[in-house]
C-alpha cells in the first residue's frame, strides 16, 4: 500500500520567516494531496490540497508544490505568524480508492516570537 | 456547514470491557472513516465505509470493528479492550465523489 513519509517531526522558525514541510509518497498511483492543519485540542482541518495534474498552488501564505518524477510534495509557509503554530499533517490518496488518504507522521511548527 | 460529531471527548475503560465509539454527520456523506492518532505515528486508518452496511479495512484493523447501519453513524468497536488500544480515536466523513475529510473532535480513550 501506500507509504508517505513526512520531514521534520518539529520545526521551530521565528515570526515573519518562512516554513517548509517536505513529504514523500511511495505510490505512483497517488493523484490527490492535501494538507491537514490540527491546532492544539482540535480537530484537523483541510488547509490546501493539490491533485496531480498540477504543479503548484498557492492560497494567500501558503502554497504547495508537487514534483511528480521524484515523487514528493512540500507546503510552504511565508511570513509565518503566531497562529500557524499546530501540527500539520500531509496525506496522498491512490486513483481508485474511495476517498482513503493515507497520511504522514506530522510536523509541529512553533513559530516564535 | 458540515458537522461531525463524536459521542465521548474522553473515556476510560479497563482491560477486556467492550468499547463502542460512535461518529455522526450531519452531511449526508457517503464515506466515513475511523482513525487513531498517536504521538509520531500520525494519523492511521483502521476502518472505513462508504455505504450504509459496507466496510473495508484501513492499515490496522486488529483488534477493532465497524457497524454502519444508518448512512450517518459510524460506530469504531473494541471488542476487547486492550491497554495498547489507549489513543486519541477521530473520525472523518467525505463526499462520494470529493476528497476532503471532515474530522468530528476526537475521543481520547484510555484504557486501564
Known amino acids: 500500500g501506500e507509504n508517505v513519509e513526512q520531514h521534520p517531526s518539529t520545526l521551530s522558525v521565528q515570526e515573519g520567516d518562512s516554513a517548509v514541510i517536505k513529504c514523500t509518497y511511495s505510490?505512483?498511483?497517488?493523484?490527490?494531496f492535501p494538507w491537514y492543519k490540527q491546532e492544539l485540542g482540535k480537530r484537523p482541518q483541510l488547509i490546501i490540497d493539490?491533485?496531480?495534474?498540477?504543479g503548484e498552488k498557492k492560497d494567500q501564505r501558503i502554497a504547495v508544490t508537487l514534483n511528480k518524477t521524484a515523487k514528493h510534495f512540500s507546503l510552504h509557509i511565508t511570513e509565518t505568524q503566531p497562529e500557524d503554530s499546530a501540527v500539520y499533517f500531509c496525506?496522498?490518496?491512490?486513483?481508485?480508492?474511495?476517498?482513503?488518504?493515507?497520511f504522514g507522521t506530522g510536523t509541529r511548527l512553533q513559530v516564535t516570537l | 456547514d458540515v458537522k461531525v460529531t463524536q459521542s465521548s471527548r474522553y473515556l476510560v475503560k479497563r482491560t477486556g470491557e467492550k468499547v463502542f465509539l460512535e461518529c455522526v454527520q450531519d452531511?449526508?456523506?457517503?464515506?466515513m472513516f475511523w482513525y487513531r492518532q498517536d504521538p509520531g505515528l500520525g494519523l492511521r486508518l483502521i476502518y472505513f465505509?462508504?455505504?450504509?452496511?459496507?466496510?473495508e479495512k484501513g492499515d490496522i484493523p486488529e483488534g477493532y470493528s465497524v457497524s454502519r447501519e444508518k448512512k450517518e453513524r459510524f460506530s469504531l468497536i473494541l471488542e476487547s479492550a486492550s491497554t495498547n488500544q489507549t489513543s486519541m480515536y477521530l473520525c472523518?466523513?467525505?463526499?462520494?465523489?470529493?476528497?476532503?475529510?471532515?474530522f468530528g473532535p476526537g475521543t481520547r480513550l484510555t484504557v486501564l
Open positions: 496525506a496522498a490518496k491512490v486513483v481508485g480508492t474511495a476517498s482513503k488518504l493515507t
Open positions: 465505509s462508504y455505504d450504509v452496511k459496507m466496510k
Open positions: 493539490i491533485r496531480s495534474n498540477v
Open positions: 452531511m449526508d456523506h457517503e464515506n
Open positions: 472523518a466523513s467525505s463526499l462520494i465523489g470529493t476528497d476532503t475529510q471532515y
Open positions: 505510490d505512483s498511483a497517488s493523484n490527490y
